[in-house]
């Protein structure tokens, strides 16, 4: 079993919806990062979070420590949202950076 | 330019060259990472490096070598490679520690034949 899985594995959805993409993790964790990979190939971090919420423009990060999961949700996906996000989890034993396999998201005009 | 910059982002060679993927960053970040992405897999850790003369392996290090003489520089060396080791090689760094955000170069695809 991963210790890290992401869900869906793929999502497509049309321009101005809500988008959900979760994160769940069976290890204990110092920080939780998602990041973005555009088709092109080059990785962007989003967030990095260890506890409650962050906002960056229409995106928002919320993990539960308790429950071991978090989420990234975009507000008013657009098509340049179309991109694979991947949440890494940092393990408080290691300090080793555990990566989930991705989620690819496709947005439609 | 200032960033995290990868070379040589393409890169054909034959099984039992070596090979040599350069990573610099100019921003005198403390750690720095390397990482292939195959797929079917997420991002795994071959190496990274807390500071200049420091390196510690990560979960697939069989295969490289890296050094770190210059704290800008983080050279990974494929000894002899492997078609196994066709992948795209990501380099990455951080500012303040291992819990930092990171910063990812723009990958080197190598194809081993």
């Known amino acids: 079993k991963n210790e890290v899985e992401q869900s869906p594995q793929n999502l497509t959805a049309q321009e101005g919806e809500f988008i959900t993409i979760n994160c769940s993790y069976s290890?204990?964790?110092?920080?939780l990062h998602w990041l973005q990979q555009h088709p092109g190939g080059g990785i962007v971090s989003l967030f990095m979070?260890?506890?409650?919420?962050k906002k960056h423009g229409r995106l928002i990060a919320t993990i539960n420590i308790q429950e071991k999961h978090s989420s990234l949700h975009i507000t008013a996906s657009h098509p340049r949202d179309s991109a694979v996000y991947i949440c890494a989890v940092l393990m408080d034993s290691n300090y080793q950076l555990i990566w989930g396999a991705g989620t690819k998201l496709i947005i439609k005009p | 330019d200032a960033g995290i910059t990868q070379s040589p982002r393409y890169k054909i060679t034959e099984t039992g060259r070596q090979v040599t993927l350069m990573c610099h960053q100019t921003w005198s970040h403390s750690y720095m990472f390397w990482y292939r992405q195959d797929l079917g897999h997420g991002l795994r850790l071959i190496y990274y490096s807390a500071a200049a003369d420091i390196t510690d392996k990560g979960e697939v290090p069989d295969g490289y070598v890296v050094s770190r003489s210059k704290t800008e520089n983080f050279p990974l060396t494929l000894e002899s490679a492997t078609r196994s080791q066709t992948s795209v090689y990501f380099c990455?760094?951080?500012?303040?520690?291992?819990?930092?955000?990171?910063?990812f170069g723009e990958g080197s695809r190598l194809t081993v034949l």
């Open positions: 979070l260890s506890s409650g919420k």
């Open positions: 990455a760094s951080s500012d303040t520690s291992i819990t930092g955000e990171l910063f």
């Open positions: 290890v204990g964790i110092s920080a």
